[in-house]
């Protein structure tokens, strides 16, 4: 997907799971499921560990966003998506 369709995509909404998975939907009628499993591994998003934090998360229509500043932006979805 090209950097500038991104930019015009909006998140909808964020479903987490209890198998530590994220599913972003967009105003495009699109959605992406993300394994967080490894990322929960790193400094930056161990404190999703806690899985009433992870069970919490919110949009802004161009990031998901959690308690404490822990963010995804678009296109960093889009990068985890394609791995």
């Excluded at 998140?11 to 972003?24: C, F, K, S």
């Excluded at 966003?65 to 990068?79: D, F, N, P, Q, R």
């Amino acid at each position: 997907m090209e950097t500038k369709g991104m930019l015009k995509m909006k998140i909808l909404r964020v479903v987490p799971d209890n198998r530590q998975y994220i599913t972003a939907y967009f105003d495009n009628n699109h959605s992406i499921k993300i394994d967080m499993k490894d990322k929960l591994q790193t400094a930056r998003f161990s404190n999703l560990r806690n899985m009433e934090l992870f069970m919490a998360p919110k949009t802004d229509g161009r990031a998901i966003l959690w308690s404490g500043g822990i963010s995804i932006g678009i296109s960093e979805l889009m990068e985890m998506a394609s791995r």
